[in-house]
C-alpha cells in the first residue's frame, strides 16, 4: 500500500527538489538493487539495469502523478528492465550464454561451511531461489523479499489476481522442492566429510 | 512436488533475507549520473536544449534551403547568359 507519508518525496520530485531525489535514491537503493541481482542472478547485469531505474526515475520525475505509489512504481520498472534484457538476450547468442547463467552469483558466495546455522539457512533460500525459473522468482521476491500485497504484485507484474495466487503458489511450491534438494545435497556432503575423520577415530 | 507450508514461513523466511545493496562505487556513480539527468529534466540545461532546437530545426534549414536558392538563381542566370 502507498505510504502517505511519502506525499513530500512525490511532491519533492515532481518539482526537481534535489534533496528529495537523493532521499528516495537513499531509501529504495538496496532493495532494487537486492531485487535485480537476485531476480538477475548476475551482478554486472544487476548494476546496468539498476542504473536504467534510476534514470528512467530522473528523466519521468517531472511527469510523475500526484498519487503516485513510489516503490511500486520503481520495483515496476525494474522488472520491466529486467524481462527487456531478457527478451532481447534471447536474440543476441553472446547474451544467451550469460542467461544460462543466471544464479550464478548465490553459489559464488561463501561456503556454508564457515556459516552460522541461520546463515546457512539464508544461503541455501538465496541459492534454492535462484534455481528457479524467472517468472517464479520474480513473484517469490516481489510478495515474500519485498513484501507487496498481492493485489499490487499482481498490477506489477500485469496480471490478473487470480493468475498471481496461482503463480505464487506455483514459485512456493518449486521453492519448497528446490530447497529440499538442497538440503539433501548438504546432508551428503557433510556425511562424507564426516566418514574419513571417523575412519581415523576409529583407529 | 511438495506442498509449500500453508502457513507462509517460506514467505517469512524470504521476508527475514537482508537487503543486497550496489557497490559503494557503483552506488555513487548512479547516483551522480541519475542526478544529472534529473537537473536536466526539469530544465537545468534548457538553454542548451533550446539553442540545439533553434539550430537543428530554424537556422540550418533556413541556411541550407537559402543557399539552394542562390545556387538555382545563379544557375538559371549561367544559362539564360550563355543561351543569349
Known sequence: MRDPAEQPLIDGLRRGDRAAFATAYDRYRARIHGFLLRLSGRRDVAEDLFQEVWLKLARSAPR????????????????????????????DVSRLVALGDEGSYASHERAPDALTDD???MHRLERALAALPAASREVLLLVGVEGFDQEQAAAMLGVRYDALR???????????VALEKLEKTETKKAARAAAPETIRGAR | MSEPDDKGHDLDALRALPP????????????AR?????DVAHGGDMWLARATALWSRVLLPTVLAGAV??????AVRAASALYH
Open chain 1, 64 to 91: 510523475l502523478r500526484e498519487d503516485t505509489d513510489l516503490a511500486a512504481w520503481l520495483f515496476t520498472v525494474a522488472r520491466n528492465e529486467h524481462v527487456s534484457y531478457r527478451r532481447w538476450s534471447m536474440l
Open chain 1, 119 to 121: 546463515a546457512r539457512a
Open chain 1, 166 to 176: 496461482q503463480r505464487l503458489a506455483r514459485a512456493r511450491a518449486q521453492l519448497a
Open chain 2, 20 to 31: 543486497r545493496d550496489a557497490d559503494p562505487e557503483h552506488a555513487a556513480l548512479v547516483r
Open chain 2, 34 to 38: 541519475a542526478l544529472a539527468a534529473f
Open chain 2, 69 to 74: 536558392g542562390v545556387y538555382l538563381t545563379w
